[in-house]
């Protein structure tokens, strides 16, 4: 079947061709009937991405933590993330726009989510591990909306297998739409399905998904880069809106400053929107009609994108209220002359 523009999908038709001339369909299906799906080493990156990645967060655990100790027992019974690594090493950057995994987690969330974490994950030889649990943070509701509101990658840089300490999911659960209850959690921690996958592959699901954890039984250190992408109206969970900086936004293709929610509408102060901003039209963060961004844009941005004003919420600009109602009150006039033509 052709898959053509139409009107009613949005900027999913698009996405979709782009998925599928990257050989990612069946992970869509995949994302569908099970709640979580591997992609290969080779549909992420080449071997020097991959060892790209593998020298930047070591980098950020050596000078963070110090480097491991060559008996594989400098991480023993731990299980540590550690936070906002995303300004550490540039290479970070094109993970976060890596074809395939935004690709993803874009089918999931449509393509004007944003970046709401990207963090390291190491866990050592012991006991240590995830329980399974949702990612799904809305306790405010009894029942989980039918479609997830965030979505993750983790991106492998150790091999995965229940020894090792894998991820482990529940296949189906994310059509159950509730969080694990504690007898759940019992039950499912090691009934759960281990991934077992090699160094580069990345783990994709969306947060109705129940996941976990395995305990690692082998010496040395599992490695992974998490990344997670909210709905654009959420907050997100670290503050890349505030701490990314203009040379960042340059550098990258235009839908990097989306991600970074530099041009999202809110919160509005006293004046509004920002009209001016919200027609460049990166990540209205609004609505739909986000102009749909290729995966395999890698032109930087340039001038056409810069952080996000500090906006003075507080203030109401009286004057640049009379001259929107000045041009408004214009245009309406010029309608009714044209309509009398
Ligand atoms: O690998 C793990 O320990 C769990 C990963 C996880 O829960 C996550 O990435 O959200």
Not at 200 to 213: A, E, F, K, P, Y
Request: glycine share 8%.
């Amino acid at each position: 079947m052709e898959v053509e523009d139409w009107q009613s999908m949005g900027p999913i038709a698009p996405l979709y061709r782009e998925l599928k001339s990257l050989d990612l369909l069946e992970n869509i299906a995949e994302l569908d009937a099970f709640g979580f799906t591997v992609v290969p080493p080779e549909k992420v990156g080449d071997a020097a991405f991959h060892e790209r990645m593998r020298a930047a967060l070591d980098g950020v655990i050596e000078w963070r933590f110090g480097a491991p100790q060559a008996n594989g027992s400098s991480w023993r019974d731990a299980n540590q993330i550690f936070r906002l690594i995303l300004w550490e090493d540039e290479a970070f950057e094109s993970l976060v726009l890596n074809p395939a995994g935004l690709g993803l987690v874009q089918y999931l969330l449509g393509p004007n989510c944003i970046l709401s974490l990207c963090d390291g994950w190491i866990k050592g030889p012991g006991e240590a591990r995830t329980p399974i649990h949702q990612d799904n943070w809305d306790f405010s509701r009894k029942a989980n909306a039918p479609e997830p509101n965030s979505a993750n990658f983790n991106y492998l840089l150790t091999d995965y297998s229940a020894d090792d300490g894998a991820i482990s999911f529940v296949p189906g659960s994310h059509k159950w739409r509730r969080p694990p209850t504690p007898a759940d959690i019992k039950y499912w921690d090691d009934r759960a399905h281990p991934i077992e996958a090699p160094a580069g592959s990345m783990v994709i699901w969306g947060d109705l998904t129940w996941h976990g954890s395995f305990p690692r039984r082998v010496t040395g250190e599992r490695l992974m880069i998490l990344g997670t992408f909210n709905r654009p109206f959420m907050q997100t969970q670290e503050p890349f809106r505030q701490t990314v900086t203009d040379a960042a936004l340059r550098r990258n293709p235009i839908r990097f400053a989306g991600l970074m929610d530099a041009y999202g509408a809110f919160p509005f102060g006293k004046d509004d929107i920002d009209a001016e901003r919200l027609a460049v039209n990166v990540n209205s963060g609004m609505t739909e009609t986000t102009k749909y961004r290729s995966l395999f844009d890698t032109e930087p941005a340039g001038d056409a994108v810069s952080r996000r004003p500090d906006y003075a919420y507080d203030e109401f600009d009286r004057d640049r209220w009379e001259a929107g109602k000045t041009a408004r009150l214009e245009r309406s006039e010029q309608r009714t002359k044209t309509a009398d033509v």
